[in-house]
């Protein structure tokens, strides 16, 4: 089996939608995926999202469907009563009242993130502060708990960690979604905290991220990455990548953005 994570393109978050850029890099993005012979579509609800995979779907003259679960990942984090939470997310937006506004839990600064070693343990991310004072670990059992339904549905059932193949598949399917939540489903691919891949990867707008399945014994596969982050097709356009991971960047540069 293959699976396809893709990022919707430059987003318009005001609007939930995409850029003019992003427009651009989605339709680059189709004439990619039209090769990749992809046998089944899904989508995030999220207009940004949405509009990402109608070009896809034009060029290839197919209907995707839309999954509830593959909605960027978000859960009620209140972050007004812990000072470690406050120090951890500077970026919080402040509300007309004073208080904070509920934080994103993958923009913990890196330094905050190191201080308490739970958050990069596979179990005891659940026991961390940022967990303590949010739903996240409600919603991420619910997220990858979908995707399990739907790998079983293919032939692939978790079990210990790997995942039991009841039926070999070689189909190739796409999930159009987000940063945030495609984290979360490579860190339970992986068996490993989602605070891992949310720091340490980097995947830009309109971005590939490829896993196959390997079944060294007998009945029993786990997902590899032939690709992570792939923008090949902004390059092959003369496309520049989007505003988020450019080369190098240094805090100098963030600090003249503010």
């Known amino acids: 089996m293959r699976l396809l994570l893709i990022r919707h393109g430059d987003p318009d978050y005001v609007h939930d939608t995409l850029t003019e850029k992003g427009d651009r890099e989605a339709e680059l ?25 109608s070009y896809t779907l034009e060029k290839l003259g197919e209907n995707g469907k839309t999954m509830e679960w593959l909605h960027e990942f978000e859960c009620r984090m209140d972050i007004n009563y812990s000072d470690v939470l406050r120090k951890a997310y500077p970026d919080a937006r402040k509300l007309e ?25 596979p179990e005891k991310w659940r026991e961390t502060l940022v967990a303590q004072n949010s739903n996240m670990t409600e919603v991420y059992d619910w997220v990858t708990g979908e995707l399990d339904r739907l790998l079983e549905g293919y032939g692939y059932r978790r079990e210990n960690g790997c995942y039991h193949v009841s039926k070999e598949s070689r189909k190739t399917v796409a999930l159009f979604c987000h940063f945030g939540v495609s ?18 990867l980097c995947m ?5 991220t490829e896993l196959v399945t390997e079944e060294r014994e007998s009945c029993t596969a786990i997902f590899r990455a032939l690709r992570i982050g792939d923008i090949s097709h902004l390059k092959a356009g003369h496309e520049e990548p989007s505003f988020m991971g450019r080369f190098c960047e240094v805090y100098s540069d963030m600090s003249q953005r503010h």
């Open 29 to 53: 993005l189709a004439d990619l995926l039209a090769g990749e012979e992809i046998d089944d579509i899904y989508m995030s609800p999220m207009g940004r999202a949405q509009k990402t995979a």
């Open 97 to 121: 009242d004073g208080t904070l506004a509920r934080g994103i839990p993958w923009d913990m600064l890196p330094s905050s993130l190191m201080q308490d070693p739970a958050y990069l343990d």
């Open 183 to 200: 984290c979360v489903l490579l860190s339970h691919l992986w068996n490993c905290s989602p605070f891992i891949p949310w720091h340490f």
């Open 204 to 208: 830009q707008p309109s971005s590939v």
